[in-house]
Nanobody
């Protein structure tokens, strides 16, 4: 069974930081790329960042480059999304997902977590 569990969301002010966590099984982390995606109310889901399984290559959406960092801790079977300098437009439900290919195209991903809410507001 493929299981991904997100945590770390919350309500913060603009300029603040949050770190999201995605707990996955070792089997998944060793074989699948992990991506972070978000969906704001009334908007399409969009890719935020992803990390490949084989060599740890990372990808970022232009809107988060320089502010967000994706990383993985193999010992803890966890992928993180460090989000700095948060903006109101970063608000949404954040999901992690697993797929055989590292891509920001959300529709390519087969396995999804339940999501965690991030709200950035003054």
């Amino acid at each position: 069974q493929v299981q991904l569990v997100e945590s770390g969301g919350g309500s913060v002010q603009p300029g603040d930081s949050l770190r999201l966590s995605c707990a996955v099984s070792k089997f998944i982390l060793d074989r699948y790329a992990i991506g972070w995606f978000r969906q704001a109310p009334g908007k399409e889901r969009e890719g935020v960042s992803c990390i490949s399984s084989s060599d740890g290559v990372t990808y970022y959406a232009d809107s988060v480059k320089g502010r967000f960092t994706i990383s993985r801790d193999n010992a803890k079977n966890t992928v993180y999304l460090q989000m700095n300098s948060l903006k109101p437009e970063d608000t949404g439900v954040y999901y992690c997902a697993a797929d055989s290919i590292a891509t920001l195209a959300w529709y390519e991903y087969d396995f999804w977590g339940q999501g965690t809410q991030v709200t950035v507001s003054s």
